[in-house]
């Protein structure tokens, strides 16, 4: 029988001529499942930026006068900010601060958490007012086990004092005070780093200092130098060192400073409080450092039979600083120090008091030696401030009171710190939610303000008469306020006009052998009197939430004045010492490195080439 004749066959065939469109569509979409992909995640994006920014909206629409900040748009479902907050925080920061402004706060989103960001210098300035009911607690602890490594079990310890760390608890408070560790640990900085006690470190810094630059070989020919960043470093830090923990500590540890600085590069990583697996060679530069200190404290059982006494002597050569042995009576007392957690104290400590300075000290050199313009008045700054107390030293004995009162030196202090440091400050409301204007701080939310960006808002700024000095470029007389208004026209038309670095060297060559002692042809400056005090005078007037190199409010840094004191005299002293000269294309730019932002001082992305000779 023809096949044509068998019924249904003709319907067979026609089905089975047809087209197979289900295993077509899945064949599709394995072939271009990655195009799929993007397009669904593309979506995906898309409403959730959509959404996000439609929330934001109806927040600062709504008149509620209890309700929680906005939470800034993202695109990444549930990620959220979590992205930018790890690369690039200042990129984030300033694109969250364009787009709303300064005037209320702002939430980001990171994974299950959320932090509060506040900028402005009116809301700043609100948030010190609230001390009582902020405290800086929760971005210790952070600081603790991410960067310092402290044990688990001893951060118990440390998050169940609410007390704070002044001498009268907080309200809330019922710790005892054998268990106020944030105070007793903190209390020796403020005693030891003010009054007398500040004059006698700066006495100490700087005779060792004299004594350090002194023993340097490079004589009166032009001596290389790859960075003049590890060569500030490299004579400072030795200094710092060997006053706080004294000689036995540097002998005990020859390669400290170099494993310090080890440590400094590994805060970029361990900040983020990524896991150990995802940052070893972080965690490892930071355990050398803490094994270093652990093995002092044991040695020091031996060695110093009075460790645990206070003997009234404020500076030992051997065994260093009052600040740090007083910290070690106080840690020996408290039953949850143990080894380890008191060498993650005080490797603290030593980053707090020597990373910053040293940084600092750095850019105040690298300031002056860029602009010629600056150098015979810098010479005249240290001329007045050079005293008549004796000396084995070559170098001349300088006043640090003068030094630290000079309204141009005070000023260049000033602008290195707004323009080169980042810190992150945190509080939290640990007691309790917080109002803030019509906005509710939820309890133990982060609170961060970021003074690189106060620092970089030019409302709150001197930019000259006509905006030629913008906050992106250093200039050195933002902070100074002139007495004679006509004078200040003359002499804002005579910043234009540059010292040509010929007259400058010739000036030079015409100083005796004392560098300091200055001769007529070096006294006769463009206006000699330009930066006395009775023309300017240094403020800060105005400026209180704007300037905040150094945080504010009751938690201001103690260690602020010990900053200021010792970034002006080892700046002075290596000026006067050295001649420098730097070998970089003309305007060319060291720039920061950002990837330290909220770190403290942030030190140059790229090497500074220069030569060094003894000034002559």
Not at 79 to 85: E, T
Request: aromatic share 10%.
């Amino acid at each position: 029988m023809p096949s044509s004749s068998v019924p249904g066959a003709h319907a067979l065939k026609t089905r089975n001529q047809e087209p197979n469109l289900t295993g077509w569509r899945v064949e599709y979409l394995i072939r271009n499942w990655l195009v799929i992909l993007c397009l669904l995640l593309y979506f995906a994006f898309l409403i959730t930026y959509f959404f996000t920014c439609l929330r934001a909206k109806w927040v600062l629409q709504s008149k509620t006068q209890s309700k929680e900040p906005l939470i800034a748009p993202y695109w990444i479902p549930l990620i959220g900010h979590v992205i930018s907050f790890l690369v690039d925080l200042d990129a984030l920061f300033i694109s969250v601060v364009r787009r709303f402004g300064s005037s209320f706060p702002i939430r980001l989103s990171l994974l299950t958490e959320e932090v509060i960001l506040v900028s402005g210098a009116e809301n700043i300035n609100l948030i010190w007012r609230n001390s009582q009911w902020l405290t800086a607690k929760a971005g210790h602890m952070i600081g603790l086990f991410n960067i310092l490594g402290t044990p688990r079990k001893s951060l118990d310890f440390y998050r169940a004092d609410n007390s704070g760390t002044g001498k009268t608890p907080l309200p809330h408070s019922n710790v005892p005070p054998e268990h106020r560790v944030w105070h007793l640990t903190h209390q020796p900085i403020t005693d030891c780093l003010s009054g007398s006690n500040l004059i006698a470190f700066t006495e100490s810094f700087q005779a060792t200092l004299r004594r350090e630059i002194e023993r340097c070989p490079i004589g009166d020919e032009w001596v290389k130098v790859s960075d003049l960043y590890d060569f500030v470093y490299t004579k400072v830090i030795h200094v710092q060192l060997e006053l706080l923990c004294g000689t036995f500590f540097l002998e005990q540890n020859p390669s400290f400073a170099r494993d310090f600085k080890g440590f400094k590069h590994a805060m970029i990583h361990l900040k983020k409080g990524l896991p150990k697996w995802m940052t070893p060679q972080s965690c490892k530069a930071r355990n050398k450092c803490l094994t270093s200190i652990r093995d002092w404290h044991e040695a020091l059982k031996i060695h110093d039979p009075y460790r645990l006494v206070d003997t009234g002597e404020f500076q030992s050569t051997k065994f260093g600083n009052e600040i740090m042995r007083s910290r070690r009576r106080i840690m020996a007392k408290i039953d949850a120090m143990d080894p380890a957690t008191a060498a993650s104290a005080d490797l603290g400590m030593l980053w707090a008091l020597n990373a910053n300075p040293v940084t600092a000290t750095f850019w105040v050199l690298l300031e002056i030696i860029r602009d010629p313009s600056l150098h015979p008045y810098i010479h005249n700054e240290i001329a007045k401030a050079t005293a008549t107390k004796p000396t084995k030293c070559i170098l001349p004995y300088l006043s640090p009171l003068v030094l630290t009162t000079s309204p141009l030196l005070q000023s260049i202090y000033a602008e290195t710190l707004r323009l080169r440091v980042s810190v992150m400050i945190v509080q939290s409301a640990e007691f309790g939610p917080f109002r803030f204007k019509e906005w509710v701080f939820p309890k133990d939310k982060l609170i961060l303000i970021s003074s690189l960006i106060e620092h970089m808002n030019p409302r709150s700024w001197n930019t000259g008469s006509n905006g030629e000095f913008p906050v992106t470029r250093f200039w050195a007389e933002r902070f100074l306020v002139w007495k004679d208004e006509k004078r200040r026209e003359v002499q804002e038309a005579e910043i234009t006009v540059r010292c040509r670095e010929s007259d400058i060297h010739q000036n030079m060559a015409s100083v005796k052998s004392n560098p300091l002692e200055l001769t007529p042809e070096t006294q006769s400056l463009p206006d000699p009197d330009r930066y006395d005090s009775s023309n300017c005078r240094f403020t800060t007037a105005g400026l209180t939430g704007a300037f905040i190199p150094y945080g504010g409010g009751p938690g201001i840094c103690p260690g602020r004045h010990f900053a200021k004191n010792n970034m002006l005299l080892a700046s002075m002293l290596l000026f006067s010492a050295f001649e420098i000269s730097l070998d970089v294309p003309e305007q060319w730019e060291p720039g920061v490195d950002l990837r330290y932002y909220g770190l403290g001082v942030l030190p140059p992305k790229r090497k500074v080439s220069c030569r060094i000779r003894r000034r002559r």
